[in-house]
């Protein structure tokens, strides 16, 4: 059974740094990896997702990187801002349509 | 272009009673997944469907029935709710179909459940 886990839990953080947030998933054989963002009491909007093929992804600030064969991901946030302030989580897809495997995510707060 | 919509927002039942939570997409998307939340749990997939007429089970689909008599929605029921139900449900969809390991899940904005 696949298994994701994030670390850290949580992370505060002063604005204007650079931050890495650390996925890792114990089977090696996804279709995918999707970084989503939560609000407080809101639904899940995906920032980034990377096709088992592929190293990396950019969107603006954000970088996410996958290494399949040691079953790993990291989100890189650039000059964070205090809006970026959300619950980040990681999934993986396993393949056909049986959906996505979360891991717990990881609160990030950036102090103004 | 409304994406994934749920219905209700909120919910308050005793233990016992049955509900429907609606999920609605616009995106012709052909997968669709119920999906709840809990504190120090993450997100666990309860059902998903492949297409209009068909579903399957999910992680933990014990207590729940789901039906998906056309394309656009995905329908989750609750027969006999009970505390333990107590939760966020997300419903989510993919497509368009045969590129699944390319797309991304569209979420709706989530029902807040609660059974006393």
């Known amino acids: 059974k696949q298994e994701v886990t994030q670390i850290p839990a949580a992370l505060s953080v002063p604005e204007g740094e650079n931050l890495v947030l650390n996925c890792s998933f114990t089977d090696s054989a996804i279709y995918n990896l999707q970084w989503f963002r939560q609000d407080p009491g809101k639904g899940l909007t995906s920032l980034l997702l990377i096709q088992s093929s592929q190293r990396e992804q950019t969107s603006g600030r954000l970088n996410a990187s996958l290494d399949k064969s040691s079953g790993r991901s990291t989100l890189y946030i650039a000059a964070s801002q205090p809006g970026d302030s959300a619950t980040y989580l990681c999934?993986?897809?396993?393949?056909?349509?049986?959906?996505?495997?979360f891991g717990k995510g990881t609160h990030l707060i950036i102090q103004p | 272009n409304a994406g994934v919509t749920q219905t209700p927002k909120f919910r308050v039942l005793k233990t016992g009673q049955s509900m429907t939570l609606l999920c609605a997409q616009d995106m012709n998307h052909e997968y669709m997944y119920w999906y709840r939340q809990d504190p120090g749990m993450g997100l666990r997939l309860i059902h998903y469907?492949?297409?209009?007429?068909?579903?399957a089970k999910g992680e933990v689909p014990d207590g729940y029935n789901v039906s998906r008599l056309k394309k656009q929605n995905f329908l989750l029921g609750l027969e006999s709710a009970a505390p333990s139900q107590t939760s966020v449900y997300f419903c989510a969809s993919i497509g368009p179909s045969g590129s699944v390991a390319k797309n991304i899940q569209y979420f709706g904005a989530g029902t807040r459940l609660s059974v006393l």
């Open positions: 999934a993986v897809g396993g393949g056909g349509a049986d959906g996505l495997t």
């Open positions: 469907s492949v297409g209009e007429g068909t579903t």
